[in-house]
C-alpha cells in the first residue's frame, strides 16, 4: 500500500484527531481562495489571512506526527480484516484515533503519544518521520520532499517482515491490562497505551474492545460489563480472556480476591500478580441490574468501599453460567439487588419483568435482599410486592443506594 491508495486530505487528519487546528480546513481553504491574487482588500479579509497563517503554523509543527500516524495507520491495517488495503488503513487510523484518545488529549500529549507508537511498529531506529518545513512567507515548502519521504518510509513500513502474530499481539495486550487494573486498584500513574492494543483494536479482537486503555474517567457500568464479556464465552479466532483479567476486574470493582475463589483456577506466580493491592473490605455491595439506555447509573464511578457489579439484565447469567461460576463467591459478598424501573414505561408491566428478572436472580442467589431503584418517587403502591414498596430512590452513586438499602422505611 501507497500513501496514493488513501486520499490523505487536512480533512482527514482533523476527522480522527490526529492534529487539531484552530479553524478546520473547509474554512481556511475558502480564505486562501478569497487571498489568492487579491488585488482590492475586502471586508474580513484580516479574519480571513488570520486563519491561513495559524493553520500554517499547525502545519509547520505537525509533520512529523502526521507522517508518524500515517506509518502507524499503514502498519496497523496489516491487522485488519477489511478486505482493501484502503479500508484497512482507515481502520488502522481508527484505532490510533480511538485507541490513544486523541480526541482528549492537547497538542504536547498527542504528538508524544503518536510518536511513541511509532517507534514500536519494528522500523530502523535510523528512520525518524521527516518533518515538514514551511517558512513565515512561504517562500521555502518542502511539502513536496515531505511527501516523498513519506512514501519512502510506508513502503519500508509495508515491507517489514516478521510483526508479531495476532495470536503472540493478543497474549501481550492482555498482559498490559495487569498494570491498568492495578492502577484502577491503587492509583497513581497510568501505563501509556501500547501498540499492541493499537494492533489488537485494527483486528477487532477482545483485548482492545473489552474496556478503554484510558482508564480515568471509566465508569462503572463500563467496568461491570466488562466482568460479564470477560466470563462469556471467546469465539474461536480470540485468544481466550485470561484469569487474570477478570480477577483484576473483580478487584478494581472494590471486591476482595479470596484463595477460596481463585485456588482451583490459578497457580501460586498468578494468583500473587492478581491479588496486588486487592482491596479487603468488609462491607457488602450491591448487583444493580440497570436498563440497557438512559439509567441513572450511567455515570457512577468505582467506589471500592461498596463493591459494586452494575450490567444489563441480559447479562446476568454470564456471572454464574460462565467460564467462573460467581454465585458462592457472591453469596456473602452482596446486601442486595436492585432493579432499576423504566419510569417512562406502564408501571404494571414494568412490575411483572422485574418479578421475572428476580426469579433468575434468586435461582443463584436464593436468599438476597432485592429491591426497585427508581427515579422517582412512586405514585401508586397498587400491585407492588410489599417488600418493593420502598424503593431506592435517584442515589447519585451506589454508597448513597446502599445506605437507602440497609435504612429502615419510613412511618407513614
Not at 350 to 360: A, D, H, V
Amino acid at each position: 500500500m501507497s500513501t496514493s491508495a488513501v486520499s490523505l486530505t487536512p480533512t482527514l487528519f482533523e476527522q480522527y484527531y490526529v492534529f487539531r487546528p484552530p479553524n478546520p480546513w473547509s474554512e481556511v481553504q475558502a480564505a486562501r481562495d478569497k487571498l489568492r491574487g487579491l488585488q482590492v482588500a475586502y471586508k474580513g479579509m484580516e479574519k480571513d489571512r488570520d486563519k491561513v497563517v495559524a493553520y500554517v503554523n499547525v502545519l509547520r509543527r505537525s509533520g512529523r506526527v502526521l507522517a508518524a500516524a500515517v506509518c502507524l495507520s499503514a502498519h496497523l491495517r496489516r491487522y485488519s480484516p477489511a478486505p482493501t488495503a484502503e479500508l484497512g488503513f482507515m481502520d488502522g487510523l481508527a484505532a490510533l484515533s480511538v485507541g490513544l484518545g486523541l480526541q482528549s488529549l492537547d497538542e504536547s500529549s498527542r504528538i508524544a503519544a503518536i510518536e511513541r507508537c511509532f517507534r514500536d511498529i519494528g522500523l530502523q531506529q535510523s528512520n525518524d518521520p521527516p518533518e515538514l518545513v514551511i517558512s513565515e512567507d512561504l517562500s521555502t515548502d518542502n511539502s513536496g520532499q515531505w511527501r516523498q519521504s513519506l512514501e519512502k518510509l510506508v513502503r519500508e513500513v509495508n515491507g517489514i517482515d516478521n510483526i508479531p502474530s495476532a495470536e503472540d499481539v493478543q497474549r501481550e495486550a492482555w498482559t498490559a491490562w495487569e498494570a491498568r487494573l492495578q492502577f484502577l486498584r491503587q492509583g497513581g500513574t497510568l501505563p501509556p497505551v501500547d501498540i499492541n492494543y493499537l494492533r489488537c483494536f485494527a483486528a477487532g479482537f477482545l483485548a482492545a474492545r473489552i474496556l478503554p486503555a484510558t482508564l480515568e474517567a471509566i465508569t462503572l457500568c463500563a467496568t461491570s460489563d466488562a466482568l460479564t464479556t470477560a466470563l462469556a464465552p471467546t469465539s474461536k479466532d480470540q485468544v481466550p480472556t485470561p484469569d487474570t483479567f477478570t480477577f483484576g476486574v473483580l478487584a478494581a470493582l472494590g471486591f476482595d480476591l479470596s484463595p477460596e475463589l481463585l485456588s482451583s483456577r490459578v497457580d501460586a506466580q498468578l494468583l500473587s500478580r492478581a491479588i496486588t493491592a486487592s482491596p479487603q473490605t468488609t462491607a457488602k455491595g450491591l448487583l444493580v441490574l440497570r436498563l440497557p439506555a438512559a439509567s441513572q447509573t450511567a455515570t457512577w464511578r468505582i467506589d471500592l468501599s461498596i463493591p459494586t457489579l452494575d450490567i444489563v439484565p441480559d447479562r446476568a447469567q454470564d456471572l454464574f453460567s460462565g467460564k467462573l461460576n460467581l454465585t458462592r463467591y457472591l453469596t456473602t459478598r452482596l446486601q442486595g439487588a436492585l432493579l432499576e424501573i423504566d419510569m417512562s414505561q406502564q408501571l404494571p408491566t414494568e412490575i411483572i419483568r422485574c418479578q421475572q428478572l428476580r426469579k433468575i436472580i434468586s435461582a443463584f442467589l436464593p436468599n438476597l435482599r432485592t429491591a426497585l431503584l427508581v427515579s422517582r418517587p412512586l405514585t401508586t403502591l397498587t400491585g407492588i410486592p410489599v417488600d418493593w414498596q420502598h424503593p431506592v430512590l435517584s442515589p447519585p452513586n451506589q454508597a448513597d443506594a446502599a445506605r437507602q438499602l440497609s435504612s429502615p422505611p419510613m412511618a407513614a
